[in-house]
């Protein structure tokens, strides 16, 4: 079974740009959840989907969006970027509220 | 709120030595607690896991035990593997309306043969 996929793994961006990240679930999975991860604040909780519904969401700017699709793919989408943007953004898929899978994660860099 | 402290890195142990990782949570319900490994380049695996107060949970060599009257979930692992260097993450999940987990800053493990 093939596990979580994101795309990009590298992103570099400035300043100003918006950039929009993707994950693909495991087969199955409804729910799909996405964290930040940097150096100082460590790991945060961005926001889940399960069925395309929002379900909850962490404390992060109107900056940080995200989307569900019908085949459980997500997207999370970051508008005017700032330097502390740059992190690794974990995407985890669950069947429920069981389990959470992680991905690779994408890397961005902002400049 | 709810939070996770794990002991500060890095830890540099000698291959066979024992591993303590400490982890001491707040949580304002009863949370199910786990560790989490990240090997470098890659994303979390889940490690272990307890879902209630005196479970232990077990995978790989490492135990943990959920402590309720510690709030505690120190991670231990008897005899060390270089293959065992990774960061671990110490992370709680209250059930019910919330669904996220909540991590620790993670201790970064290097064993040396």
């Known amino acids: 079974k093939a596990g979580v996929t994101q795309t990009p793994r590298y992103l570099i961006k400035t300043r100003g740009q918006q950039v929009t990240l993707s994950c693909s679930p495991i087969s199955g999975h409804r729910s799909v959840s996405w964290y930040q991860q940097t150096p100082g604040q460590g790991l945060q909780f961005l926001f889940e989907?399960?069925?395309?519904?929002?379900?909850n969401k962490g404390n992060f700017p109107g900056r940080f969006s995200g989307r569900q699709f019908s085949n459980s793919r997500s997207e999370m989408n970051v508008s005017t970027l700032e330097l502390g943007d740059s992190a690794l953004y974990l995407c985890?898929?669950?069947?429920?509220?069981?389990?959470?899978?992680f991905g690779p994660g994408t890397r961005l860099t902002v400049l | 709120g709810n939070s996770v402290t794990q002991m500060e890195g890095p830890v540099t142990l000698s291959e066979e030595a024992f591993l303590t990782i400490n982890c001491t949570y707040t949580?304002?319900?009863?949370?199910?607690l786990f560790w989490y490994v990240q090997y470098p380049g890659e994303g979390l695996q889940l490690l272990l896991k307890a879902t209630k107060a005196d479970d232990k949970g077990s995978n790989k060599g490492f135990e943990a035990t959920y402590r309720k009257e510690t709030t505690s979930f120190h991670l231990e692992k008897g005899s060390v593997q270089v293959s065992d260097s990774a960061v671990y993450f110490c992370?709680?999940?209250?059930?019910?309306?919330?669904?996220?987990?909540?991590f620790g800053k993670g201790t970064l493990l290097t064993v040396n043969p």
């Open positions: 949580a304002t319900g009863y949370p199910s």
């Open positions: 989907y399960f069925s395309e519904t929002q379900r």
């Open positions: 992370a709680l999940r209250l059930e019910g309306s919330n669904y996220k987990l909540t």
């Open positions: 985890a898929s669950s069947l429920g509220r069981g389990e959470q899978f």
